[in-house]
């Protein structure tokens, strides 16, 4: 049975950092390429950050480059999502994906707000 858990979000103030967990299970996790997405209230989910299979790739939008980083351990079927300078915008609930599976887990709610 496929699964993602998310953890780690909560409420942080402004300039401030969350570090984000994606627990997976249930597929083939070195096989699958990873990414994070966000959605905020009344708005489309967005990309966030990717991570190749083995880690040495990633990509971020612009809107989080140089803030957030993601990261993988592949022996811990782990994905992780450092998240610094946080802005109100950064508001949203975290999903992370597997490109080889079609679920979707229930999310990390991160709130930025002083």
């Known amino acids: 049975q496929v699964q993602l858990v998310e953890s780690g979000g909560g409420l942080v103030q402004p300039g401030g950092s969350l570090r984000l967990s994606c627990a997976a299970s249930g597929f083939i996790f070195s096989d699958s390429t990873m990414r994070w997405y966000r959605q905020a209230p009344g708005k489309e989910r967005e990309l966030v950050a990717f991570i190749g299979r083995s880690g040495d790739s990633s990509y971020y939008p612009d809107s989080v480059k140089g803030r957030f980083t993601i990261s993988r351990n592949n022996a811990k079927n782990m994905v992780y999502l450092q998240m610094n300078n946080l802005k109100p915008e950064d508001t949203a609930v975290y999903y992370c994906?597997?490109?080889?599976?079609?679920?979707w887990g229930q999310g990390t709610r991160v709130t930025v707000s002083s």
């Open positions: 994906k597997a490109n080889s599976v079609d679920y």
